[in-house]
């Protein structure tokens, strides 16, 4: 049974920092993608990173965001600078196995200007 548990959300400031993680047990993962929804938006992709640490971010992050990934530990991260008030979201983990799709609770961002 794969199991996700995010953490490291919170309110910050704009221009302040914030490191979210995402534990998965329960199989082995190939994609681990971060993805967020703000109040009456569709959900984005945010970054991703394969199992082999190629990575891909979306242009309203480069720069400021970096994905990691610890495979022993089944943990990919989300480092996030320069935060800025557009960046407030519920973020998602969601993380590919060779059948299925499997996403997290969610985790709150907000950034206040």
């Known amino acids: 049974q794969v199991q996700l548990v995010e953490s490291g959300g919170g309110l910050v400031q704009a221009g302040g920092s914030l490191r979210l993680s995402c534990a998965a047990s329960?199989?082995?993962?190939?994609?681990m993608d971060w993805y967020r929804q703000a109040p009456g938006k569709q959900r984005e992709l945010v970054a991703a990173?394969?199992?082999?640490?190629?990575?891909n971010y979306a242009d309203t992050v480069k720069g400021r965001f970096t994905i990691s990934r610890d495979n022993a530990k089944n943990t990919v991260y989300l480092q996030m600078n320069s935060l800025k008030p557009e960046d407030t979201a519920v973020y998602y983990c969601?993380?590919?196995?060779?059948?299925?799709?499997?996403w997290g609770q969610g985790t709150q961002v907000t950034v206040s200007s």
């Open positions: 990173i394969t199992r082999g640490g190629s990575t």
């Open positions: 329960g199989s082995i993962f190939n994609a």
């Open positions: 969601r993380v590919t196995t060779y059948t299925n799709t499997y």
